[in-house]
Each structure stands twice: as C-alpha cells, then as structure tokens.
C-alpha cells in the first residue's frame, strides 16, 4: 500500500501541497521580508474575477475582491489594470504555499467610520430602495443604506414605496457586521 504523499498539510480546512511540490523552490528565506501590516509597492500583473496578483519585486501578492475597496465593486478591473502600480498593505504571509495576502482598502480611511460619526442619531432624508418582509432599505448616502424595520406606521399604514422619499433617524451603525438601522424621524 502506497503512503500518502508527506506533501499534503491541513490550512484553514484545505488540503494544500507546499510550493515545493508543484515544482517550485523552496526558498528558506522566502517572504521574510513581508510581515503582516507592512506597506508595499507593486505592480498589478493580473486581473482575474476574484481579484488582483500584485509583483512585489518577484514576489506575488492577491489582493481579493473583499480587500479591494470599501465601496461595492462588481469587477476587480473598476480598481485596477495589468502595468498599474498599487500600494497595498499586508494582511498575511504563507511560506508554504508562498502567498501574500494584500489590502488595497486597508491604506484608505474607512467611510462608514466617518458616515458613524456624523450621522450617529441624526436625522437625514433617504429614498426607499427596496422592500422586504423585514422592512424597508432607505438609501441614506451613495453606498450606504439602512434597514427600515417598521415600514407601516398608524399615520401610514401602507408604509413606504420604491422610491419614496423618507425622513429618518439613524439609529444604530455597526462598522464590523456593516449594518445601519434607522426609523423614522419624529
């Protein structure tokens, strides 16, 4: 009976081979040199529909889509194309599999924080951008928008429209979960 290869390691539930199986050297210095919070410059060599790979003077960083900006973005190529040079920060560092995690978003100030700020129990006007059985999302500012939970109120009992402009207060901001509850202003 065959052993199993001694190649094959458990990282973050994954069966993974260390680069040195797929042909590549290991080298016992490599990535010694990014450690996680450090700032770099590279240069996107590709783009791929997950995200960037940045060369880091021969190394490669992946920038994922999560990583890319604090705004939705529905291509990775909105932020940045192949011969682009990029700043980025680093999340971690895999010497097995020889992979830089890189932020792009993490060098650029957080919006939401900002918006928490100064809209924390303030009132502002939003317009009804869809309905669910939950209740209403009012869009508050361009890319932010907060749940409405009671749409109907006594004075109106049918509650809101698409596209109805409403007055509200919001309430509550959540920066991790990145959740926004308002109601409506009184």
Known sequence: MDKLPQWIYLVNGWLQQPAESKG????????????????????????????????????????TAANLSWTPVTHPSQIAQVGQTVTAIVLSVDPFAQQ????????TPDPLAAFAVAKINAET??????????????????????????????????????????????????ITTRQILVSRAE
Do not use: H, M, Y
Request: charged share 20%; proline share 4%; with cysteine.
């Open 24 to 63: 590549i050297a290991l080298n016992a210095n490599w990535g010694e040199r990014w450690k996680p919070g450090d700032v770099c410059r590279g240069t996107v060599s590709e783009v791929a529909s997950f995200g960037l790979f940045v060369d880091l003077d021969g190394d490669v960083g992946v920038v």
């Open 100 to 107: 830089i995690s890189l932020s792009l978003k993490g060098l």
């Open 125 to 174: 006007i939003g317009i009804v951008s869809r309905i669910t059985p939950i209740g209403s999302f009012v869009e508050i500012r361009e890319g932010f928008t907060g749940l409405l939970e009671e749409s109907a109120t006594e004075s109106d009992p049918i509650g809101p429209q698409i596209g109805d402009s409403v007055s509200v207060r919001v309430k509550r901001i959540n």
